[in-house]
């Protein structure tokens, strides 16, 4: 792939690093409006695939709906809301987190994850960030009659038609197949058919599996990432925005007009990524306080404030 420069690491008024990655935002009828870089080559979007993968579970018979179904498209904090939302989700399928087959996992979000350990907590499969998503997988597998002891193998009934739901949203097909972070399977896709998916969730019509999921994001912005963390901040300023980071600094976001966008820093650095968002949201016209709050991250020196990351207009 080919990344070009998108953020400047900048200490004390030198510019000391930079961050490479592309983009590309579409208008709410799919068309390209805007790109940086490669977005017509496969990445693994890691958790940006949640809400793709969610849509796959609804439409094969998952009947949550509101805060449980954003936690199944969720990569969440470990707060005391996510824990008990994924216990939620496994008694209302008959069953408890032993049947989680995600690793054991500590709050990914640091003032949560040092008052858990403070408090005694030690690394569980229901603490993970992808708990909610495993709990709906069981969920959905419970309510078809799957087996439930396999299902994260790709050849598994549930896994077969997440990946037919990700095909028909993304506009892409026989993806690539890996083990992502969590155990289950991650699929393939271009930045382009990641911002058509994103695109097409966010229009769907009221009845639809799409529609429930984008209802799930924009309705509970704490659920499916956590209280404070960015994505929060975005969805909670642009009400009917949905929006979904993933690990190696994925993001996609779909705006209330059905404007899409979708972002991979290549280095992975996650303290680009929302930085590269508020960019593009303002380059394509947007315009809100937060976007100032989210689009400079710090760069300390002796615990103080010396620098930023900032984002390069391409």
């Not at 040092?114 to 998503?133: F, I, T």
């Not at 439930?148 to 077969?160: F, S």
Request: charged content about 20%.
């Amino acid at each position: 792939m080919e990344h070009v420069v998108v953020a400047e690491v900048v200490r004390s008024g030198f510019v000391e690093g930079y961050h490479w990655g592309s983009a590309v935002a579409l208008d709410s009828d799919g068309s390209v409006r805007w790109s940086v870089g490669t977005v017509d080559e496969p990445i693994f979007p890691r958790s940006s695939n949640k809400p793709l993968q969610a849509v796959g579970m609804v439409r094969a018979g998952l009947e949550l709906r509101g805060r449980l179904l954003a936690l199944a498209c969720a990569s969440h904090s470990g707060e005391r809301i996510h824990i008990d939302g994924v216990r939620d989700i496994l008694a209302d399928a008959g069953l408890d987190a032993s049947a989680l087959q995600t690793p054991p996992g500590l709050p990914v979000e640091e003032s949560v994850r040092l008052a858990y350990v403070r408090d005694g907590g030690e690394p569980a499969p229901v603490v993970m960030n992808c708990s909610g998503k495993h709990a709906a997988m069981l969920a959905t597998c419970v309510a078809n009659d799957w087996e439930v002891a396999t299902y994260p193998d790709p050849t598994h009934p549930l896994q077969q038609a997440i990946t037919a739901t990700f095909e028909d949203l993304t506009g892409e097909f026989d993806p690539a197949i890996g083990v992502d972070g969590c155990g289950a399977p991650v699929l393939a896709c271009s930045l382009i058919g990641l911002a058509r998916a994103f695109g097409r969730i966010k229009q769907a019509v009221p009845g639809t599996a799409e529609h429930a999921i984008a209802d799930a994001i924009s309705g509970s912005p704490e659920h499916v990432s956590g209280s404070q963390r960015d994505e929060a901040l975005l969805l909670r300023a642009y009400p009917g925005a949905i929006a979904k980071a993933g690990a190696e600094a994925c993001y996609a976001v779909a705006m209330p007009d059905g404007t899409s966008v979708a972002l991979k820093i290549g280095d992975g650095g996650s303290r680009a990524r929302p930085v590269l968002m508020a960019a593009i949201l303002r380059r394509l016209g947007y315009d809100h306080p937060v976007l100032t709050e989210i689009g400079s991250q710090p760069v300390l020196g002796g615990g103080q404030r010396v620098g930023h990351v900032r984002a390069v207009a391409p």
